[in-house]
């Protein structure tokens, strides 16, 4: 991190994000993160299925997969001509149907299909006509409710928007792991790199955001360890279902493994006046260095993703 001096501005570095911290692009983020969920192939325990035989997006004479292809499908259908961020439009079923939803999301292969489609449209309806009738059209305004706080975001989000509410149940006990919410505050903040709509007060409250990517990165780097039951279980490609204890652990101890980190680090930037090397640190920005790391090593990393839809 001292080396690459990692910091918000690495955010728009990366080719398929938005170059202007504008309001289009703050509704380009909330659509993406309102998606962005579940890329992995169902195909993955087939080896005899190639690469090109799973859900990916071509784009500008580039393929994409996972995450990223995401963000290929909306530039695509931006460039198209379909004006897919706006929340009224994406809303109506008369405006934008579903076929022309399926549209945007067409795979370079044609056997293949984005994941969880039918699940990816009520949330993109339930979310357009939530912002329409209760945001005058725009999650903006949802931003300037919050009072340049990101905890008085959060709420806002997960009381209003249903299919942001990530809580399950661990051992009797309600937990909250909010990934894609906290997500979509933590991108605001850092593609206005903590100014204008993405000030805020108390940006440090987020924690990481508990995926698949980021544990199995967590598990190469040694910050987390996998029992050897867990490890033959991820490599049979065993479904995890969403709220059982496995996948809850995984993503529970990804989220204080990233504190602990962020406390060391902290600890030894002071040891060695090293602060100014690491311009910002929190779980944040702790979190989108890690998933970088995870997408360049992917071949790299001893342990499977786990899988849970």
């Given at each position: 991190m001292k080396v690459k001096k990692y910091s918000t501005s690495n955010w728009k570095k990366h080719d398929l994000h938005p170059k202007t911290a504008d309001e289009k692009t703050i509704e380009w983020i909330f659509l993406v993160d309102l998606l962005n969920f579940s890329f992995w192939s169902d195909l993955d325990k087939d080896t005899d299925i190639s690469e090109n035989q799973k859900f990916s997006i071509t784009f500008k004479n580039q393929q994409y997969t996972g995450y990223w292809s995401l963000c290929a499908a909306i530039n695509r259908s931006i460039e198209e001509g379909i004006p897919i961020t706006t929340p009224s439009f994406y809303g109506s079923e008369t405006a934008l149907s579903d076929q022309v939803i399926q549209h945007i999301f067409r795979s370079s292969s044609p056997?293949?299909?984005?994941?969880?489609?039918?699940?990816?449209?009520?949330?993109?309806?339930?979310?357009?006509?939530?912002?329409?009738?209760?945001?005058?059209?725009?999650?903006?305004?949802?931003?300037?409710?919050?009072?340049?706080?990101?905890?008085?975001?959060?709420?806002?989000?997960?009381?209003?928007?249903?299919?942001?509410?990530?809580e399950t149940m661990f051992l009797g006990k309600k937990v909250y792991l909010y990934k894609r919410a906290q997500i979509l505050i933590a991108d605001i903040w850092a593609c206005f790199e903590g100014k204008g709509y993405g000030e805020f007060k108390d940006i440090d409250e987020i924690t990481m955001f508990a995926d698949y990517r980021v544990p199995q990165a967590l598990h190469h780097l040694g910050a987390i360890k996998y029992s050897d039951n867990l490890i033959?279980?991820?490599?049979?490609?065993?479904?995890?279902?969403?709220?059982?204890?496995?996948?809850?652990?995984?993503?529970?101890?990804?989220?204080?493994?990233?504190?602990?980190?962020?406390?060391?680090?902290?600890?030894?930037?002071?040891?060695?006046?090293?602060?100014?090397?690491?311009?910002?640190?929190?779980?944040?920005?702790?979190?989108?260095?890690?998933?970088?790391?995870?997408?360049?090593?992917?071949?790299?990393?001893?342990?499977?993703?786990h899988r849970t839809r």
């Amino acid at each position: 991190m001292k080396v690459k001096k990692y910091s918000t501005s690495n955010w728009k570095k990366h080719d398929l994000h938005p170059k202007t911290a504008d309001e289009k692009t703050i509704e380009w983020i909330f659509l993406v993160d309102l998606l962005n969920f579940s890329f992995w192939s169902d195909l993955d325990k087939d080896t005899d299925i190639s690469e090109n035989q799973k859900f990916s997006i071509t784009f500008k004479n580039q393929q994409y997969t996972g995450y990223w292809s995401l963000c290929a499908a909306i530039n695509r259908s931006i460039e198209e001509g379909i004006p897919i961020t706006t929340p009224s439009f994406y809303g109506s079923e008369t405006a934008l149907s579903d076929q022309v939803i399926q549209h945007i999301f067409r795979s370079s292969s044609p056997n293949s299909q984005i994941p969880l489609l039918k699940e990816r449209i009520e949330c993109i309806r339930e979310a357009g006509k939530v912002l329409t009738t209760k945001f005058d059209g725009s999650f903006i305004n949802c931003i300037k409710t919050s009072n340049k706080s990101c905890i008085n975001l959060l709420k806002i989000i997960v009381d209003n928007f249903p299919c942001f509410r990530d809580e399950t149940m661990f051992l009797g006990k309600k937990v909250y792991l909010y990934k894609r919410a906290q997500i979509l505050i933590a991108d605001i903040w850092a593609c206005f790199e903590g100014k204008g709509y993405g000030e805020f007060k108390d940006i440090d409250e987020i924690t990481m955001f508990a995926d698949y990517r980021v544990p199995q990165a967590l598990h190469h780097l040694g910050a987390i360890k996998y029992s050897d039951n867990l490890i033959k279980t991820l490599e049979r490609h065993e479904l995890l279902e969403y709220g059982s204890r496995l996948e809850v652990e995984i993503r529970g101890c990804s989220i204080w493994a990233v504190e602990l980190l962020r406390r060391e680090i902290k600890r030894m930037a002071e040891r060695e006046n090293g602060q100014d090397m690491i311009p910002v640190l929190n779980a944040i920005i702790l979190d989108f260095f890690i998933w970088d790391f995870a997408k360049e090593h992917t071949n790299e990393l001893e342990v499977e993703i786990h899988r849970t839809r």
